[in-house]
RNA sequence: GCGGGUGUAGCUCAGUUGGUUAGAGUAUCGGCCUGUCACGCCGAGGGUCGCGGGUUCGAGUCCCGUCACUCGCGCCA
């Protein structure tokens, strides 16, 4: 017989009744009844139950273990009585008589209860996650993210991708996020950094004619987190040669609608093939972001030409200043109170918005001040121009234009959630095409990328040349599901002389791309094939199929909202030989912190991997 | 860096207008129980009310500061 298991606990069934079996297991739950014991005991797999009576002299043993001991059962398997039987329980038909246990391991008292679905606080649940990944809802979200990337690993082979690695130590590079830094013993005051993504390796594998490539790639990015952003993240990341913006859609599309839709639990998936193009200026306009959640069935309009002459002196002036006037619909509001609309403001000004305005209708009268003072013709107008009913009411944002986008965007997510709009049970996807290529810093004052410089520019060389730089858009797109920015990617620009003018609209010099870039370019000036692709997030993709809020949740080890591994003490102090070796002299609060770390937490113990 | 929320027993939470010895469930420990499956019953231990300061006769409760976690903004593909 095998040492520790001829079954596992899930396997057992009516057919096995009378069998010698040994299971192993953690001890789930455990029933005293004096004379009688119940254990439930659980792998990885299922849970049977082991019974023991005082004939067994497994009983007084199970007895004095606690929850979470791992032991061996031999025993035999019995059928349950009809009344007995256990319908939750695939293994519900039988129990296993236990003739004897060996006990594995004893578990200590425990930080958090495994067979309970209690929430507890997350530092408890990340300094102990070997405890938290037994419990039956992360256990699920682990192995359904592994079952998501060996999915999206088959669809992509089966589409001839090749799978490749790439660098983990790399070279820092100017744009984009910040890089972690990791220090070079060999080369003194010199610094590898971690991949944001391994952008230019897979540009390079096309130049090298390896045609289609994808990877589950890591990547790091030093930034502040969120609850869908984690500093170390999967990218499917993938690349294709000789390809149209069309051919990349093609080629994803049916991989992501694919995966969603074995995954999604009978939720509805826009099928592939049909997700919606929007363009960039019409999601700012219609949906005031850049990853709209098409769920919500409500679109933002843009007013201002209501609002050149007004009674509403406030509109009146910012429009009058250049800026503009945004409104979203509030249908079949008529019974609201003013409450409803007053709070919608303070929640406005709450996230630092200068103010939310309201017009509400109920049976074709308008009421509140904007309606008061534009007139009711001039409402009715709009009322009418927008398609509106007279128990809608409406929403005002007014500012400049970026300000007012921004807050009509997140009224549209607030009133459409307040009012229940938004759609349940479906996985709406879309892609966000024809980014611009340059936008003004206010800051800088100057033209600059607004994505990634490497995309390709809409009419090349040609529309660098001629076209006003802000107006010029790029070959560059985003897949978004229920407002999750699942992907960014784009056509990349292969042509070196087109790369030099881009970056010389953004105001950098031929000398500046050369020393930045010069893997890069010297490769695209020794026969480069156009290629682009795309990188979805695997993290997101299984945070929304798990239908979890957070990225934590799929993650087996993640760091904290303050990049902290708790269990592993990441980041930790180093010893100051560990130090020296890296040519890092630390100072101020960093030499501080050094200081005051305790001996032991300095001592290296050396230990080999494998 | 900024704003919101939370912080009371190992854990989940209650705690009134500031008022006697801060409670419940769960976990732990002890006892009872032969058919449970979130078993049940009896009992016990367990508290720097995040921390520091202030107001007050009196603070878990009010005020100020600070720390931790978290959500969002800034930042970030």
Same mark, same amino acid.
């Given at each position: 017989m095998h040492a520790y298991r001829t079954h596992t606990c899930a396997q057992l069934s009516k057919a096995d009744v009378g069998e010698a079996v040994r299971l192993s297991g953690w001890v789930h739950r455990k029933r005293d009844h004096g004379g009688v014991l119940f254990v439930d005991l659980r792998d990885h797999y299922g849970i049977t139950q082991i019974v023991a009576d005082e004939d067994s002299p497994a009983l007084p043993v199970l007895d004095a273990l606690r929850l979470e001991?791992?032991?061996?059962?031999?025993? !035999?398997?019995?059928?349950?009585?009809a009344a007995a039987v256990n319908a939750n329980l695939p293994t519900g038909e039988i129990e296993v008589f236990a003739r004897a246990v060996t006990v594995q391991s004893k578990a200590d008292d425990l930080p958090l209860i495994v067979n309970s679905a209690e929430d507890y606080p997350e530092e408890t649940r990340l300094k102990y996650r070997f405890v938290d990944l037994r419990r039956e809802r992360v256990h699920a979200n682990i192995m359904l993210r592994n079952k998501v990337i060996t999915s999206l690993r088959r669809r992509m082979t089966d589409q001839g991708f090749s799978e490749f690695q790439t660098p983990i130590l790399g070279a820092s590079s100017p744009e984009g996020?910040?890089? #972690?830094?990791? *220090?070079?013993?060999?080369h003194p005051g010199r610094f590898y950094a971690l991949p944001q993504a391994p952008q230019m390796f897979k540009q390079l594998l096309m130049v090298a004619g390896f045609d289609r490539y994808f990877q589950i790639a890591p990547c790091f990015r030093d930034e502040d987190?969120?609850? /869908?952003?984690? *500093?170390?993240? #999967?990218?499917? /990341? $993938?690349?294709?040669s000789f390809v149209t913006q069309d051919d990349v859609f093609d080629a994803i599309e049916p991989v992501l609608a694919g995966v969603f839709e074995e995954f999604s639990g009978g939720k509805s998936v826009t099928p592939a093939g049909e997700f919606p193009r929007?363009? #960039?200026a019409e999601t700012m306009l219609k949906y005031g972001t850049d990853k709209p959640d098409l769920r919500n069935p409500l679109v933002i309009s843009d007013v201002t030409e209501h609002f050149t002459s007004s009674?509403?002196? +406030? $509109? !009146?002036?910012?429009?009058?200043?250049? =800026?503009?006037?945004?409104?979203?619909?509030?249908p079949a509001t008529h019974e609201k109170s003013r409450k409803f609309f007053d709070d919608m403001n303070d929640w406005a000004r709450k996230e630092g918005f200068a103010g939310l305005g309201y017009v509400t209708r109920k049976g074709g009268e308008f009421g509140g001040p904007i309606a008061k003072n534009h007139g009711e013709e001039g409402m009715l107008k709009l009322y009418a121009e927008l398609g509106l009913g007279e128990n809608d009411? +409406? $929403? $005002?944002?007014?500012?400049?234009e970026k300000d007012a986008a921004k807050l009509a965007g997140a009224a549209r997510t607030r009133v459409g959630e307040e009012l229940g709009l938004i759609e349940e049970n479906c996985f709406k996807f879309c892609w966000i095409v024809d980014f611009p290529m340059f936008e003004y810093d206010e800051e800088l004052k100057k033209v600059d990328f607004s994505h990634n410089p490497f995309s390709m520019p809409? =009419? !090349?060389?040609?529309?660098l040349e001629n076209t006003d730089p802000l107006e010029i858009k790029a070959w560059q797109y985003d897949i978004v599901c229920n407002g999750y920015e699942l992907s960014s990617g784009a056509i990349r620009n292969h042509k070196p002389e087109i790369m030099y003018k881009a970056f010389e609209i953004a105001g950098y010099t031929r000398e500046d791309v050369d020393a930045n870039f010069s893997g890069m370019i010297e490769a695209f000036k020794l026969g480069a094939p156009p290629h682009g692709g795309s990188a979805p997030g695997i993290d997101r993709i299984v945070m929304l199929l798990a239908d979890e809020p957070n990225i934590r949740e799929v993650i087996a080890f993640p760091l904290n909202q303050r990049a902290q591994d708790l269990m592993m003490g990441a980041p930790s102090v180093v010893s100051a030989r560990q130090l020296r070796d890296v040519h890092i002299r630390l100072s101020g609060e960093a030499l501080e912190v050094q200081k005051d770390a305790s001996e032991a937490e300095t001592t290296r113990v050396d230990q080999a991997g494998e």
């Open positions: 001991s791992v032991v061996t059962i031999d025993g !035999e398997v019995k059928a349950r009585d996020a910040r890089d #972690y830094l990791v *220090p070079s013993r060999l987190l969120r609850a /869908d952003r984690s *500093p170390e993240f #999967y990218q499917l /990341d $993938f690349e294709m929007i363009p #960039y009674g509403f002196g +406030l $509109f !009146e002036k910012i429009v009058g200043g250049g =800026g503009r006037v945004r409104v979203i619909p509030a009411g +409406l $929403f $005002f944002a007014a500012g400049k809409q =009419g !090349e060389m040609e529309a």
